[in-house]
């Protein structure tokens, strides 16, 4: 990546990079002149150029970026991709644990069965709790990303726990969190090579160890997935 930005390459093909800068430029324009406003990641960019935006961090301050055209059209690009391939991998999982298990298959047609009509609605698809439990163990055994990092904007202490010893953290160290890890450690899912959708339920999730499920990391840099 950094050799690639010293020869200003992006590893797209020139005609590919002119359409999405135009896409994402019409894009702005229309919504400026119009006043259209969508519950969308453009619009959330375009307010934090206009500082009407809380940076989640500082008691809930607005914070004004300085972004170009450029600029947001190089995170929609960053959004589009990475929410394809990660979306697109839980899909090709959650089928494959699908076709392993027959009896959570053929509890998840019964639900279909029973919560669809003719019609598909996102409403419907987010009021299946079952399939819900599905996505999550899908999740939990592969994860978006194996890992995430985190710099320390000032010194902290994690106080000794068990037969853990304390852990000190001084202003700029990296802190990195194996999400991967996490998720299959017997301490906190037993037998964690096993897919249950049933760690998900109503009355298991509960029993979960906070921020040892971290398919999309936690705070205000999680991912929005």
């Given at each position: 990546?950094?050799?690639s930005y010293?020869?200003?390459?992006s590893g797209?093909k020139q005609?590919?990079s002119?359409?999405i800068h135009?896409?994402?430029k019409?894009?702005?324009?229309?919504?400026?002149r119009?006043?259209?406003v969508r519950?969308?990641?453009i619009?959330?960019?375009m307010?934090?150029?206009?500082?009407r935006?809380s940076d989640?961090?500082?008691g809930g301050?607005?914070?004004k970026?300085?972004?170009?055209d450029?600029?947001?059209t190089?995170?929609?690009?960053?959004?589009f991709?990475?929410?394809f391939?990660?979306?697109s991998?839980?899909?090709?999982?959650?089928s494959?644990?699908?076709?392993l298990n027959e009896?959570v298959?053929?509890?998840l047609?019964?639900?279909?069965?029973?919560?669809?009509?003719d019609?598909?609605?996102?409403?419907?698809v987010?009021s299946?709790?079952?399939?819900?439990m599905i996505?999550s163990?899908?999740?939990?055994?592969?994860?978006?990303?194996i890992?995430?990092?985190?710099v320390?904007e000032?010194p902290f202490?994690?106080p000794a726990?068990d037969?853990?010893p304390a852990?000190?953290?001084?202003?700029?160290d990296?802190?990195?969190i194996?999400?991967?890890c996490?998720?299959?450690d017997?301490d906190?899912?037993?037998?964690p090579?096993?897919?249950?959708?049933?760690?998900?339920s109503?009355?298991?999730k509960?029993n979960i160890?906070p921020?040892?499920?971290?398919?999309f990391g936690?705070g205000?840099?999680?991912?929005i997935g």
């Open positions: 990546m950094a050799l010293k020869l200003h390459h797209t005609e590919v002119k359409f135009s896409l994402v019409d894009t702005l324009r229309t919504r400026e119009e006043g259209i519950p969308d990641m619009h959330l960019l307010e934090a150029r206009k500082e935006v989640g961090v500082n301050k607005t914070a970026l300085d972004l170009t450029e600029d947001i190089a995170q929609a690009t960053v959004f991709l990475a929410g391939d990660t979306a991998t839980l899909l090709c999982f959650a494959y644990f699908l076709a009896d298959q053929d509890r047609q019964a639900e279909i069965d029973l919560v669809f009509d019609e598909v609605t996102y409403e419907t987010h299946m709790k079952y399939l819900d996505i163990e899908s999740l939990r055994l592969y994860p978006p990303v890992a995430v990092d985190r320390c000032k202490s994690i726990s037969d853990q852990i000190t953290f001084n202003k700029g990296l802190a990195w194996p999400i991967y996490l998720h299959r017997e906190y899912f037993p037998d090579e096993r897919f249950d959708p049933e760690r998900f109503e009355e298991n509960k160890k921020f040892t499920y971290l398919p936690l205000p840099r999680s991912c």
